[in-house]
């Protein structure tokens, strides 16, 4: 092979290469939940939530590529320094999280409260309310921080339990008084969870709400993780959130 065919085939290779690697630095991984009507992998566009997030990347001309988990997998896996996860989501606002990752700007919203029975509905205005009560809470997940304190020092009785559906059907058959639940969820299960259908009529949600949260994507804290998430920053404001949101949850 002669030297201009060399330098011909080496030049090629290197613009070959080249575009190899920019492609792969514009591919973007993070982990989810299954956590309907907001992300699942069953359902459409993989949920709101992710819609919106695959959205403002796509905006910034990159890709997202999301797998999802148990949650407590998701937060430890996005936490990982040697995974090829950048961070996960969506997640509720903590100082203690933020200790830990990149949080993005909002990316949607959900109201958070209880689940009560119906034939037992109970009335409260403040956490003191609460003490005597048995309430139901999902592992890891991210609540209020004064409700997050009063179950961790012991104010409030919490009994913890993996998923949203398993806090629904203790609920419902007795064995909790209320249910910390997102009403967008609640709602969802109770058409859709083969073991919350059949004794869906017995819950609904209290009126009086724990607070409308906002969610964000939690990214790895380092340089790469900072910098995903200005640029995510940068493309949610390219975006129309309320609109995804509003459609993928049919409000």
């Not at 012991?154 to 609920?171: E, H």
Request: charged share 20%.
């Amino acid at each position: 092979m002669n030297r201009n065919v060399l330098s011909s085939v080496l030049t090629l290779l290197l613009i070959v290469f080249s575009n190899t690697s920019h492609a792969e630095t514009k591919t973007v991984y993070l982990t989810s939940l299954s956590w309907p009507p907001y992300s699942g992998k069953e359902l459409s566009n993989n949920g709101p939530s992710i819609a919106v997030a695959k959205a403002a990347f796509k905006a910034m001309g990159y890709n997202l590529v999301v797998d999802f988990y148990p949650w407590s997998r998701a937060v430890a896996l996005a936490k990982d320094s040697t995974s090829k996860y950048a961070g996960y989501f969506p997640e509720y606002y903590s100082t203690s999280v933020a200790q830990e990752f990149h949080y993005s700007n909002e990316m949607g919203n959900g109201p958070l409260g209880f689940a009560q029975q119906i034939a037992n509905p109970i009335s409260w205005s403040s956490m003191d309310d609460l003490a005597k009560l048995n309430i139901g809470v999902v592992q890891d997940y991210v609540n209020t921080t004064e409700l997050d304190t009063r179950v961790a020092d012991g104010r409030i009785k919490a009994k913890t339990v993996t998923s949203d559906a398993t806090n629904l059907v203790k609920l419902a058959n007795g064995r909790l008084d209320l249910a910390v639940v997102d009403q967008n969820v609640m709602n969802y299960l109770k058409k859709t969870n083969t073991r919350l259908k059949p004794i869906a009529d017995k819950i609904e949600f209290n009126s009086t709400l724990l607070e409308n949260k906002k969610l964000y994507i939690c990214f790895k804290k380092d340089a790469n993780g900072k910098k995903l998430q200005e640029i995510f920053d940068q493309g949610l404001g390219r975006i129309d959130i309320e609109g995804i949101m509003k459609k993928g949850l049919n409000l």
